[in-house]
């Protein structure tokens, strides 16, 4: 190393400054390599991350001062859904819509003489299902029956009336009652 130090001092004073600047130049270069440039990108990561959580921050910081309304708002959401499953309720209940429509028949002097469950049909994302009816009063009674089944609050149509028997003041009649309900699967 001695001889190389000493063949080095023997060199013109500008080779030596060369080659100085040279070295200092590879010791940055290779400091900026291995510790800055990792660093800048360890920045940039944590600067693209920062922007990421001020943002998720002053989204959060809206839903926060609108509180209230949101909750108002689910509130609101909540009775509505409760409406519309009376109208499409998840379940078939065939049971509930035999209670409904005995209630009604007995309230417009109509004797219900059957009632049959049929078929369920899958129409999409809800369900139809169909019964068969069979009862008998008057006319006035049998219209306003199926006036009161109508106007239930479970949507219920009552299709395909047949008189089968039409005689004095007693009619029978047969019809298709159909009831829907929210699902289409099952």
């Known amino acids: 190393m001695n001889d190389f130090l000493s063949q080095f001092e023997k060199q013109p004073k500008a080779l030596k400054i060369g080659i100085l600047c040279f070295l200092l130049l590879l010791i940055a270069f290779v400091e900026y390599q291995f510790f800055i440039s990792s660093r800048n990108e360890v920045m940039n990561k944590n600067e693209k991350e920062i922007a990421k959580l001020q943002k998720d921050y002053s989204e959060s910081q809206a839903i926060a001062d609108n509180l209230e309304n949101f909750i108002a708002q689910v509130a609101f959401l909540d009775e509505e859904l409760k409406r519309a499953l009376l109208l499409l309720p998840n379940e078939e209940d065939i049971q509930g819509v035999l209670r409904a429509v005995s209630k009604e028949a007995n309230i417009t002097n109509v004797r219900l003489i059957s009632f049959k469950p049929q078929s369920r049909a899958n129409k999409g994302f809800y369900s139809s299902l169909t019964m068969t009816i069979k009862f008998e009063g008057s006319f006035h009674d049998i219209a306003k029956f199926i006036d009161r089944v109508g106007k239930l ?34």
């Open 153 to 186: 609050k479970r949507i219920i149509n009552v299709s395909d009336i047949v008189f089968e028997r039409v005689g004095g003041k007693s009619h029978t009649v047969s019809a298709k009652a159909t009831t829907y309900m929210f699902g289409g699967n099952a």
